[in-house]
T-cell receptor, first 113, second 114 residues
């Protein structure tokens, strides 16, 4: 069985400050990892993904994430946030051979002017 | 191509009525997925098609739910005898090839059952 834990349901941060959104997963098989962003009343947009190779993954809008196999984590980071980054962020896993994504419960990032 | 398109964007219906949603995937994508997202939760997998074949259904897909993808193009998701617990955002995604990693999501249909 697989699971995804997003440790923080809400993260407020001041504009231009750095941010880290945490994600931990559990799986007995190898995984692919993803971060999606969802703006109000919108669908999901892929920020970045880890499939293999370098554990540091860079995505759109200045976000990056690091896959840490020993800690089963895939935390999302941005060195300087903008007001426009205010949204819901979802971590997701796909296990080898599975045909669907398994999502965490989301973290609401609020950027304060 | 403008991406995955879902219609309608919003639907309000009375309990007990039937509703149908449509998803138009990216044209060359052979795989299509439906997810449900309730308030404050992440999306949950409902079902998946490869071309016109429905290959997987989750236990969330009760017998009141049915999905089709005729001719392997657009897909419809129908809910019969709607219940208040069906209120959610229904998301469609599509991908090309065998990996869900490349899936693109539509903007969703928000269903409210009153």
């Amino acid at each position: 069985a697989q699971s995804v834990t997003q440790l923080d349901s809400q993260v407020p941060v001041f504009e231009e400050a750095p941010v880290e959104l945490r994600c931990n997963y559990s799986s007995s098989v190898s995984v692919y990892l993803f971060w999606y962003v969802q703006y109000p009343n919108q669908g999901l947009q892929l920020l970045l993904k880890y499939l293999s190779g370098s554990t540091l993954v860079k995505g759109i809008n200045g976000f990056e994430a690091e896959f840490n196999k020993s800690q089963t984590s895939f935390h999302l980071r941005k060195p300087s946030v903008h007001i426009s980054d205010t949204a819901e962020y979802f971590c997701a896993v796909n296990t080898a051979g599975a045909n669907n994504l398994f999502f965490g419960t989301g973290t609401r990032l609020t950027v304060i002017p | 191509d403008t991406g995955v398109s879902q219609n309608p964007r919003h639907k309000i219906t009375k309990r007990g009525q039937n509703v149908t949603f449509r998803c138009d995937p990216i044209s060359e994508h052979n795989r299509l997925y439906w997810y449900r997202q309730t308030l404050g939760q992440g999306p949950e997998f409902l079902t998946y098609f490869q071309n016109e074949a429905q290959l997987e259904k989750s236990r969330l897909l009760s017998d009141r739910f049915s999905a089709e993808r005729p001719k392997g193009s657009f897909s419809t998701l129908e809910i019969q005898r709607t219940e208040q617990g069906d209120s959610a955002m229904y998301l469609c995604a599509s991908s090309f090839g065998r990996r869900v990693a490349e899936a693109f999501f539509g903007q969703g249909t928000r269903l409210t059952v009153v």
